[in-house]
């Protein structure tokens, strides 16, 4: 659990990329033993690759990161296509926060912006997500497969900018993009079909490497 999250929430949120890959050495790199997934939601899909490529590139674990999985954002890699709304998010008012949330969010719970203490709690974590979105990673690929997962209701959904995910691996004919009836938040409304698909592409890519 990152700090100023869930049961670390008194703590403060990072804000860069380094101090991600610093927390994640120490605390996730030495369980890496095993063939797995690397699974990134939103602001999620830049640290989860850029932890990958940081392993790839220094460390002997790279082999073991069999598959990535980047739900619900574009390519990170170039600056044209480093989103919009990453950027108002630091600079927005309170209230237009929350206006851009509610847009984006699941009709089904839209409601609980207007609870003030949860408001509270999440403006934090926007902005400081917003603050690492707002950096474009490196466009050297690497030979990670990577599948796109989306919503088809996400507001933000740009087929152009998923389909950019493909310039990032040199292992591209395992590369695809899957689009659930979901909005931005589509692997909560749609969890057990994300879970399969998870679990199919997981496999598939064991089936086509060596382990």
């Known amino acids: 659990i990152y700090p100023g999250r869930a049961k670390r929430l008194g703590e403060k ?20 033993t095993k063939p797995c997934i690397f699974i990134g939601h939103s602001i999620g899909t830049i ?31 170039e600056a044209d296509i480093v989103l919009e709304g990453d950027q108002s998010y630091v600079e927005q008012t309170d209230e237009e926060l929350v206006q851009d949330l509610k847009r984006s969010a699941d009709p089904n719970t839209v409601e609980i912006y207007d609870y003030q203490p949860f408001v509270d709690m999440v403006l ?3 902005r400081a997500d917003a603050k690492i979105g707002n950096v474009s990673v490196s466009s050297t690929p690497i030979n990670t497969p990577i599948i796109v997962y989306e919503g088809e209701k996400d507001e933000g959904l740009n087929i152009e ?6 310039e990032l691996t040199t292992n591209k004919d395992l590369f695809r993009v899957r689009l659930f009836p979901g909005h931005h938040n589509f692997q909560s409304e749609c969890q057990n079909q994300v879970l399969q698909c998870m679990k199919e592409d997981f496999n598939n890519v064991l089936n086509n490497s060596k382990v």
């Not at 640290?47 to 574009?74: M, P, V, Y």
Request: hydrophobic share 45%; net charge negative.
């Open 47 to 77: 640290i989860s690759f850029a932890f990958a490529r940081h392993i790839i590139e220094t460390t002997n674990k790279g082999d073991l990161i069999k598959l990535i999985i980047a739900l619900g954002r574009g390519a990170p890699h």
């Open 124 to 126: 934090p974590m926007y």
């Open 13 to 32: 949120c990072l804000t860069t990329i380094e101090e991600y890959l610093t927390q994640l050495d120490q605390e996730l790199l030495p369980y890496i």
């Open 161 to 166: 900018s998923l389909n950019r995910w493909l």
